[in-house]
């Protein structure tokens, strides 16, 4: 179910969208909710892998369990020269 959201925009923002649109033969409106779209989830992702950090760090202070330095380098490296490496844990 679809339901209408009011928004407010100045007009430049609302001149700038109406050329935007143009250009890409799209709607004002098409625009607006593919841009919502993209903004929750980059911004869902985030709030995902913050919480993914925090249970990490959370660990971490638990164990004191980590990775060290040394052990994480030689890992990135052997990725940037394409040999597969199972992660370290």
């Not at 919502?36 to 911004?43: A, G, N, P, Q, T």
Request: charged share 35%; net charge positive.
């Amino acid at each position: 179910m679809s339901t209408t959201q009011g928004i407010k925009l100045d007009d430049e923002t609302r001149n700038r969208l109406k050329a935007l649109a143009k250009k890409r033969d799209r709607s004002p409106h098409w625009l607006m909710r593919t841009a919502i779209e993209r903004y929750l989830k980059f911004e869902e992702n985030y709030e995902r892998e913050k919480s993914e950090d925090m249970e990490r760090y959370e660990q971490y202070q638990l164990t004191g369990k980590a990775i060290s330095n040394d052990v994480a380098t030689a890992w990135l490296n052997d990725l940037s020269h394409n040999k597969a490496a199972p992660c370290p844990q």
